[in-house]
């Protein structure tokens, strides 16, 4: 692994909320020795990326590093799915996310945790195959044969995902044509045994795809309610663009599903 994916992969370890992190815990994150991390931690800081209290020894995100984080991508997408993945949370019981596409992976934005006791995976900065996951199907749903094909040859037919994965283009491409007409995509068990995900397309004010919401739970609690859960999904996608629709025209006001 290059130099720059060991710093990015550090990075993404920080929690969110900006929580302190040990260097312990970073190297459990990233599944790399302690004195690795160490040494890492220390060039970063350096660089003015992160800051280490000097007490705890504990590492935070640098300020400069969070504004630069702030001042990126599509601020006005985030802010408007903060709410509506919150109401997903309380109408579901069961986590949800924003993702968007990022050359050929789905990478999540944000995500507001479930209370249950027994939660899906999934966190900020973690990237995903387009091909076998809810949010990656949803952001393909625009894109010709061709360009699925481009996206997702990468990745599709390996070893690693399960037997309910489209193992072919022509399965991906058939299992996209029906979820396309429902207007939301189901991945069950496709990534890992026992979770389920549904998921459908955010459009910005001009109708482009410009991210996918998703629920995401264990299969036993989804598997009754998918149909529900998609229906509620479409909805508030929609409370999304019209809301969208209203900042592109100065008319911003309060988000619903």
């Excluded at 302690?34 to 300020?63: C, F, H, I, N």
């Excluded at 995509?185 to 109708?207: K, M, N």
């Amino acid at each position: 692994m290059a130099v720059a994916e060991r710093v990015a992969a550090l990075l993404f370890a920080f929690k969110a909320n900006g929580e302190p992190r040990s260097v312990s815990e970073l190297a459990r994150a990233v599944g790399r020795e302690k004195t690795q991390v160490s040494r890492m931690l220390k060039s970063m800081e350096q660089g003015g990326l992160v800051v280490q209290d000097p007490q705890s020894k504990r590492y935070t995100l640098a300020w400069g590093l969070r504004v630069l984080a702030g001042s990126a991508g599509n601020n006005v997408l985030a802010r408007v799915c903060v709410p509506a993945l919150r109401k997903l949370v309380a109408y579901t019981g069961e986590g949800a996310l924003l993702s968007v596409q990022e050359s050929t992976q789905s990478l999540t934005i944000l995500r507001e945790k479930s209370h249950q006791s027994l939660q899906a995976g999934g966190w900020v900065g973690r990237r995903s195959p387009l091909h076998c996951t809810a949010s990656g199907r949803a952001l393909l749903f625009d894109s010709a044969d061709e360009e699925v094909d481009f996206l997702t040859r990468r990745d599709i037919g390996r070893s690693e995902y399960g037997t309910r994965t489209p193992g072919d283009l022509s399965t991906l491409l058939e299992r996209l044509r029906n979820e396309r007409e429902r207007g939301y995509s189901v991945a069950s068990e496709e990534v890992e045994i026992g979770l389920t995900s549904i998921g459908v397309p955010v459009r910005d004010s001009f109708g482009t795809i410009v991210g996918a919401i998703n629920v995401s739970g264990p299969t036993s609690r989804l598997r009754a309610h998918k149909e529900d859960t998609g229906g509620l999904l479409l909805r508030t996608a929609h409370a999304v663009h019209q809301e969208l629709l209203k900042i592109a025209a100065g008319k911003a006001g309060p988000l619903g599903p």
